[in-house]
C-alpha cells in the first residue's frame, strides 16, 4: 500500500492481557479534507461492529483529547460502575496527546491497542495485536 517506503525490519511481539481492564483503541489516520486525525474508542474483537469511535484533528492537548473521550458511549464504564472504580481518563488523554503529537512530527498512520487497568494503580499499558504498534511513515 505505500511503495515509496522502505522497511529495514519490523518486530512482533505478544499481545498485551489485562484481565482487570477495558479494552481500548487509538490511532491516527489523513481525513482527505482536514488531514491527521486522531481516533478513540471502545477495542476488542467486536470494533468493527460496536462502532463507538470518535476523532479529533491534531495537535490535541489535554482538553480536546478528553472532549474526544467523551464523544463515545465507552465514557460511561470508563467512569465505574457498582464495584468497578473508574479509569484513569487522564493517563488515556495523555495517551491521545502522545499520537496526536506523532502525527505533527512524522508519522501519518498508527494503530493501537490501550488497556486501561480498572484500579487507580494500574498503568495504562499499549499494544496492538500486530506488533507493539502499527506505524506508516509519510
Not at 505533527?104 to 495504562?124: D, E, F, Q
Request: proline content about 7%.
Amino acid at each position: 500500500a505505500y511503495p515509496q517506503v522502505r522497511l529495514d525490519g519490523f518486530t512482533v511481539q505478544p499481545m498485551i492481557k489485562r484481565k482487570q481492564s477495558h479494552e481500548l483503541i487509538a490511532g491516527l489516520t489523513t481525513d482527505p479534507t482536514f488531514g491527521p486525525v486522531v481516533m478513540f474508542g471502545a477495542g476488542g474483537t467486536a470494533v468493527e461492529v460496536v462502532n463507538d469511535t470518535a476523532v479529533g484533528l491534531v495537535p490535541l492537548d489535554i482538553v480536546l483529547a478528553d472532549d474526544i473521550i467523551e464523544r463515545t458511549r465507552i465514557r460511561h464504564v470508563l467512569a465505574g460502575y457498582r464495584d468497578v472504580p473508574p479509569a484513569n481518563r487522564r493517563a488515556i488523554g495523555l495517551a491521545l496527546v502522545a499520537l496526536s503529537q506523532l502525527a505533527v512530527t512524522a508519522v501519518s498512520t498508527i494503530l493501537c491497542t490501550l488497556y486501561c487497568g480498572r484500579r487507580r494503580s494500574h498503568a495504562l499499558s499499549v499494544s496492538s495485536p500486530w506488533a507493539p504498534a502499527t506505524i506508516s511513515p509519510r
